[in-house]
């Protein structure tokens, strides 16, 4: 991670991730390939800043995780970026897959399939549910950790700047720009909503969501309603 000219640039946006953070940085410095990481603060009043150590660059942001990525873009180093959240682990081979796919030029960005990580009937079905919509629609959320060319990324114009459904947007704009692809991975993200506000509601919270948003019911609408039930 100490590579002056890294061919990755991580990004993580954080807000009050201080259960996490820590071992999201300890996994990503053993993670083969050249790097940095970036981590973009939303003004977390907990511990996070405290442990996240040295060898990050640290931004300030104002809170909102479309803001706070964009930011990451704009004082990355790297020519690919790699946006993660603070709960998600990438495969050991995860950076490697990215610069194979992004040899073929005609590749602008993707995501990786994504699993839980508690076992279960449940959380197994969850994650197909997510790696087919990926596959068939090239809709990528941000817990598959979405990456792109920093150039392409630019040239659309980064994340649109919303309450929700950021990632959902920014996959369209991309899609124009050139291909983009499903990685194996498969990256490992936390089911710690899922098991916080229940597994069957917060299902169902989501699929209204998105059901919503296909719609036309605004993002600013759709975050209230997910933190009405979030909090």
């Not at 053993?30 to 009043?45: A, F, K, P, Y």
């Not at 980064?158 to 194996?184: I, N, Q």
Request: aromatic share 10%.
């Amino acid at each position: 991670m100490k590579n002056n000219t890294p061919e990755i640039s991580i990004i993580i946006p954080t807000y009050n991730e201080a259960g996490t953070i820590k071992t999201t940085i300890e996994h990503l410095k053993n993670l083969n390939g050249s790097h940095e990481v970036i981590v973009v603060d939303g003004g977390s009043t907990d511990s996070t800043l405290s442990l996240i150590g040295e060898e990050v660059k640290i931004i300030q942001s104002p809170k909102g995780r479309a803001v706070q990525m964009n930011a990451g873009a704009q004082a990355a180093s790297g020519e690919i970026l790699l946006f993660l959240h603070s709960d998600t682990k990438l495969p050991g081979n995860g950076l490697q897959q990215i610069k194979t796919a992004l040899a073929n030029q005609k590749v602008v960005g993707g995501a990786f399939k994504l699993i839980f990580d508690q076992p279960g009937l449940f959380f197994y079905l969850a994650a197909l549910g997510s790696n087919l919509r990926a596959a068939l629609t090239g809709i990528y959320f941000g817990d598959q950790a979405i990456f792109a060319r920093r150039q392409d990324f630019l040239q659309v114009g980064g994340y649109p700047v919303v309450e929700l459904m950021e990632d959902w947007t920014f996959s369209r704009k991309l899609r124009p720009a050139g291909k983009t692809v499903l990685l194996k991975g498969p990256v490992i993200t936390s089911a710690r909503r899922w098991l916080t506000y229940g597994k069957w509601q917060t299902a169902w919270l989501m699929h209204k969501i998105k059901f919503l948003y296909l719609l036309g019911v605004s993002p600013a609408h759709l975050e209230r309603l997910y933190s009405d039930r979030h909090r």
